[in-house]
């Protein structure tokens, strides 16, 4: 299953091949240039100062990201599904087989998932192109999350990570209340506040200390939270509407 995954997102992306270079994505999705300068100035002026139409545009990329991205979501949560079920998750292996599984998975992972960053800096993210370095970069993300996992799991079973496994823990568990979150947080920020958006303003560099700051942020907020509370929002939500049943949020005081 994980292996049909990967190869229908490197199908999709062997389409766009077919669709030549002269197509820009934007084109594809048919963007004008005129409408795509449009998009840019308003973005850079505030999302708030267009508010109807800059929803619509969101919620349309949402949905993209949905379609491209939900399927290597479900490979990698099949992968991690067939892991728990053999047992490798136990921790109940040893040691030698988690660190082996480890160095091998990132040794094939990281050179694939690298290679294929550069191939597409250097062919200018050409469509025609495309679906070599999406496949190098699909196969080779399995190999990764492969190689964290083991040895995520090896440091859990010698005692090295406990904190920090309890931390990603309860982030697990409030996954879709922090992916909403950071989706408005970052659209504040980003284009949110006319005049004092950061849409083209900041560096990959500065990109980077934001992704990082958000992901400590997030950490430091689900640890508060599930002191007082039982689910994250979303997911109290979700579970009230599929049991039709009325689930505490407030933990109960001792």
């Not at 999302?47 to 949905?66: I, S």
């Not at 993210?125 to 990764?144: D, E, M, R």
Request: with cysteine.
């Amino acid at each position: 299953l994980v292996l049909v995954t990967l190869f229908m997102l490197w199908g999709g992306s062997a389409l766009g091949a077919l669709a030549g270079d002269s197509l820009s994505p934007a084109q594809m999705f048919g963007l004008s240039p005129e409408r795509l300068a449009e998009i840019e100035a308003t973005w850079r002026g505030g999302f708030l100062a267009r508010l109807p139409g800059n929803m619509a545009l969101e919620l349309q990329h949402q949905l993209v990201a949905l379609v491209f991205l939900g399927a290597g979501v479900v490979g990698v949560q099949i992968l991690g599904m067939a892991a728990h079920k053999s047992g490798f998750l136990s921790g109940r292996l040893a040691p030698m087989v988690y660190a082996v599984t480890g160095a091998v998975c990132l040794g094939i992972g990281l050179p694939l998932c690298g290679w294929a960053a550069l191939y597409a800096l250097q062919t200018g993210f050409a469509a025609t192109t495309a679906w070599k370095g999406a496949g190098s970069q699909l196969f080779g993300s399995v190999f990764v999350v492969a190689g964290y996992m083991s040895f995520i799991v090896l440091g859990v079973q010698q005692s090295v990570l406990p904190r920090v496994l309890g931390w990603l823990t309860l982030a697990g568990e409030a996954w879709l209340s922090l992916y909403f979150a950071q989706t408005l947080a970052l659209a504040i920020v980003f284009f949110g506040i006319p005049g004092l958006s950061l849409f083209g303003r900041v560096s990959w560099g500065g990109l980077l200390a934001i992704a990082i700051v958000l992901l400590a942020l997030q950490l430091v907020a689900v640890r508060f939270w599930f002191r007082a509370f039982t689910h994250g929002p979303v997911e109290w939500l979700w579970l009230r509407l599929a049991s039709r049943q009325s689930i505490p949020l407030r933990r109960r005081a001792a």
